[in-house]
Nanobody, 121 residues
Framework: QVQLVESGGGLVQPGGSLRLSCAASGSIFSINAMGWYRQAPGKERELVATIATGGSTNYADSVKGRFTISRDNAKNTVYLQMNSLNPEDTAVYYC???????????????WGQGTQVTVSS
């Protein structure tokens, strides 16, 4: 019912920056929290950052001070600005959204297809 599409990933040198975007489309009544997760080779999927409808945010300790999550409710889009990237940030980054397709339906967590971020010299 709700589709999420990430963009902005790629190859960047250590110390560089990338900006990820995730746009939601389809049948959307409301979107509550949105977030970014990542999964590196051989590791479990990790929460990176979340942002509530009202704008409050939470970050993993490993990215605090370097990453910034934001959203544009009018565009149903969430962003992740990543600065001071290091090789440990290399992973597939996934967008998520807690959303309802109809007002009377239950909330459901939707996921994007993921976008690869590689930090290497």
């Amino acid at each position: 019912q709700v589709q999420l599409v990430e963009s902005g990933g790629g190859l960047v040198q250590p110390g560089g920056s990338l900006r990820l975007s995730c746009a939601a489309s389809g049948s959307i009544f409301s979107i509550n929290a949105m977030g970014w997760y990542r999964q590196a080779p051989g590791k479990e999927r990790e929460l990176v950052a979340t942002i509530a409808t009202g704008g409050s945010t939470n970050y993993a300790d490993s990215v605090k001070g370097r990453f910034t999550i934001s959203r544009d409710n009018a565009k149903n889009t969430v962003y992740l600005q990543m600065n001071s990237l290091n090789p440990e940030d290399t992973a597939v980054y996934y967008c998520s959204a807690d959303a309802r397709s109809v007002w009377y339906g239950p909330p459901h967590e939707y996921w994007g297809q993921g976008t690869q971020v590689t930090v290497s010299s």
